[in-house]
């Protein structure tokens, strides 16, 4: 709903404020379901967080969902809107955001973080190959989607992206390389390391 009111048809300012006033809780929820599937990737094996993103790879039709599926869905119509609201600078002022359970707010910067480590630690998805469903779900890709369209706006990358706390999270792979720790940086961190504007 959300995602298509912020579009060129509509008063993108006038949707943003009225979040902002009445329905900020939309992006409390948006924030604490993130939180929480990145809580689960990381205390889960997994083939077990697989089967609660089991959307993103299923070719099967289906006209029903079990309850972990649609968790899942929910969680990714979350970084949806959270990736679309860090494009506008209304949206970005929205944060820091106070969650239930949370001493500390969650700021522009524990987002970016958050997603960063959702590369990391989230299990990758099949990709659809038919016709009709193209797009991956998978957690990385979509984030990895959401921080290309960052890149790509300058007023967004300085905002969001230049930042120590956030470059830190970024390079931490490289990091543990160093030291010895064995990792496995996705295709789609590689791409951000070489693709990200380091001209600040």
Not at 46 to 60: F, I, M, R, T, Y
């Amino acid at each position: 709903m959300i995602n298509s009111l912020i579009h060129a048809y509509y008063s993108r300012t006038a949707v943003l404020k009225l979040i902002e006033k009445k329905y900020k809780s939309l992006i409390t929820t948006a924030v604490q379901q993130c939180v929480q599937y990145f809580e689960l990737c990381k205390t889960m094996k997994a083939d077990e967080v697989l089967g609660h993103s089991k959307p993103c790879g299923n070719k099967q039709k289906t006209f029903y969902y079990s309850g972990q599926e649609l968790q899942y869905i929910y969680f990714i119509h979350s970084l949806c809107l959270l990736g679309r609201l860090l494009i506008y600078t209304q949206g970005r002022k929205l944060f820091p955001i106070k969650l239930k359970n949370r001493k500390d707010s969650v700021s522009l910067a524990d987002l970016l973080v958050l997603f960063t480590q959702l590369i990391y630690y989230s299990p990758s998805c099949p990709k659809m190959t038919s016709p009709g469903h193209l797009e991956n779900y998978s957690p990385a890709s979509m984030v990895t989607e959401i921080l290309c369209i960052l890149c790509d706006q300058k007023e967004c990358a300085i905002e969001c992206l230049y930042n120590n706390t956030v470059i830190e999270a970024l390079l931490q792979p490289i990091h543990n390389l160093m030291k010895g720790t064995k990792v496995s940086i996705k295709e789609s961190l590689n791409w951000i390391l070489v693709n990200i504007q380091w001209d600040f």
